[in-house]
């Protein structure tokens, strides 16, 4: 039996450390600062939990001793904190975060680490990312990939079209940070919440934009092998020009700590809501210009004694699989291993990756 370290008492570290003991095959032990957040944990089975000052230097030191893993769920700016234990401790390390600055450190860390190093494995970045490479591979070369993602309410009732289902901090640093993505093959940085489009999937319509984080490393992947390469946040029509007025006329881009507070205490959260995926890639096979899609809607729903979220069930689906792949051999043991470098194949092939299949219709048309 593995033992394994989740930091973050939250609804995703719930999640992850509930699919991981369920399995039997693995000891979990849930970190968090907050004795509440650790009394409050949302698991139906048996996991042990540890209250720990996680931004203190040496914090995690002796947590992570004799450990295989450390999983992070925790928010995005004690990323690098834990990574920086998990090197210290040899331990192998995977997190959930899309901040891009954080995700550089991790890189860095992994070049001189004595085991692997896996960040951004959620949903977007993490699936999102295999998915696109899977679909790329099929061309001889590449025109274009275009991701989009978005976690929303089945049902809709306030003018911002949205709930509360992930960690707010998380969706305020995607609304708020640079965007990486390949324009007319050169790699920039695009502005968040702009390049606005519209488009429908079974019947109804979505808006899509620019956020930071979602392509994970796929820009430097791609870089000067495709001329076009984004990513955007899928929410209902209306979102984005309310976000931006409170970000940019009110100024709450400055003030995160105000935006988080009016949010949280102004949206209620839901377990009633659908995540949405849908990629297409362009290129050309045998001489001629073709398009390949995959999308893809998961639902919430019950899981052992808990009913958990679609956001909850994709976020902890990707990390438990990328997991579960290294602890069988089938990724490598040290350094940095990249979303992109994981088979779409073996991701579902995995008793974690297989709720994405479950979960949803998956449609793959030419």
């Known amino acids: 039996m593995k033992q ?25 032990t849930v970190v968090d600062r907050s004795q509440a957040q650790l009394d409050a944990l949302e698991t139906g089975n048996a996991v042990e939990t540890l209250k720990v000052e996680i931004s203190e230097a040496g914090a995690l030191d ?16 004690l990323t690098t904190r834990i990574a920086e234990a998990a090197a210290k401790a040899g331990v192998h390390y995977l997190d959930l975060t899309e901040d891009v600055a954080s995700t550089r450190i991790v890189k ?49 009732s306030n003018a911002l079209n949205y709930n509360l289902t992930w960690s707010t901090d998380g969706v305020i ?3 708020c940070e640079p965007c990486e993505a390949i324009v007319e093959g050169s790699l ?19 808006e899509a934009f620019n956020t930071s984080g979602g392509l994970g490393t796929l820009c430097e992947t791609y870089k000067g092998k495709v001329r076009t390469l984004n990513y955007r946040t899928i929410r209902y029509p209306g979102h ?17 700590e105000v935006l988080k507070d009016i949010l949280e205490n102004s949206l209620p959260a839901t377990m009633q809501d659908v995540v949405v995926i849908f990629v297409t890639v362009s290129g050309r096979k045998g001489g001629r210009l073709l398009q390949e899609s995959y999308a893809n809607k998961i639902y919430s729903r019950q899981m052992g004694k808990m009913v958990r979220s679609a956001i909850q069930i994709t976020t902890a689906s990707g990390i438990c699989s990328v997991l579960d792949m290294l602890a069988s051999g089938a990724l490598p043991q040290q350094g ?25 219709t998956a449609h793959l048309a030419a």
Not at 188 to 206: A, K
Not at 242 to 255: E, F, V
Not at 336 to 360: C, K, S
């Open 188 to 206: 920039v940085e695009v502005p968040p919440l702009e390049e606005r489009e519209e488009f429908s999937l079974d019947g109804i319509t979505y």
């Open 62 to 77: 002796a947590v992570l001793a004799g450990k295989f893993a450390v999983l992070s769920a925790a928010p995005f700016h």
């Open 336 to 360: 940095f291993i990249r979303q992109e470098d994981i088979a779409l194949d073996a991701f579902l092939a995995n008793r974690f990756g297989h709720n994405y299949a479950q979960a949803g």
């Open 108 to 156: 860095d860390l992994a070049a001189t680490a004595k085991s692997a190093f896996i960040p951004q494995c959620g949903l977007a970045p993490g699936f999102i990312s295999i998915v696109a490479n899977d679909l790329a591979k099929r061309f001889d070369t590449l025109e274009s990939v275009r991701m989009r993602v978005g976690a929303l309410p089945q049902y809709p």
């Open 240 to 256: 984005a020009a309310i976000m931006k007025a409170l970000l940019n006329d009110l100024g709450l881009r400055h003030r995160r």
């Open 4 to 28: 394994i370290v989740v930091v973050g008492a939250g609804k995703i570290g719930s999640t992850i450390a509930d699919m991981l003991a369920e399995t039997g095959d693995y000891k979990v």
């Open 173 to 175: 640093n995607e609304y």
